[in-house]
């Protein structure tokens, strides 16, 4: 008889929980083939996991733990990487690029929504890797724009989203260092790749009253290391605050 499918592998013992009730996986983009053996098994254990350590990091926002709880962030990296999916960790994308820490998408998240009872409207996200922190917003937002200047990227991520059916996400291919002036005014404006600073186009088509978080390289800080930027835009003016390092790819450029 074959061995129960336990996902992810490396966590059999934990995982191993006697589960009478085993509901059939919807089907991956990944061959059956190279599926590693631990899909079968329902993976929202190990995301309830996961949301808890978010939790214990200080993650309050319950629509951002939800969306969390929800979004099957397997589904977003290569199969040899499935079994750390919900490990708090960056993981590679290909091109160089990486989905970022999920620590990290729902702190971000979080300080976007900044205490929103409902959901937030418009938002755009530069930088859809593989589309994954976009699927997390389609459950918080009324509308999702996500640029990506890489086109293996920007495929890749419409792959992973068709399955899914988010009618809310909208995926573009092109530099976000000029915004997407289509869909603005934004409610908010969340960058997964770090520049100098923030592009003007951001900071012009976000609305009033709108927030904007990124990574940006800290003025201080040696060798480029980057900080969290939160950038609300009132009726006023701007206001800047600066929280903890983060790790982010660089803001590039142009397409390609
Ligand atoms: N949110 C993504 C994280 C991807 S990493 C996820 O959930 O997977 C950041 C991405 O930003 C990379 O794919 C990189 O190519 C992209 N990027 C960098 N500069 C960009 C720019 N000017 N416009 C659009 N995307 C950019």
Redesign the pocket.
Known sequence: MKPRPSFPARLDSAAAAPKVVQTTPAPLTVPLAARPQGLGMDSSAHRMRMVQLLQKQGVQDAAVLHAMATIERHR?VDSALVNQAYEDTSLP?GLG????KPGVVSRMIELLRNGASGKLGRVL??????????AVLSLVASEVYS????RG?HDKARENLRPMRLPNVHLLFG???VGYAKGAPYAAIIA??GGEAVPQAWVDQLAVGGRLVAPVVAPSAKGGSQALLVLDKTATGIRQTLLEAVHF?P???GVA
């Not at 996200?125 to 976009?134: D, L, R, S």
């Open positions: 977003f994308i690029q990486t989905i970022s996200e530069i930088g859809t890797g593989c589309g994954y922190q976009a640029i990506e200047r890489l990227l530099d976000g260092m997964a790749a790819v803001l590039k450029s």
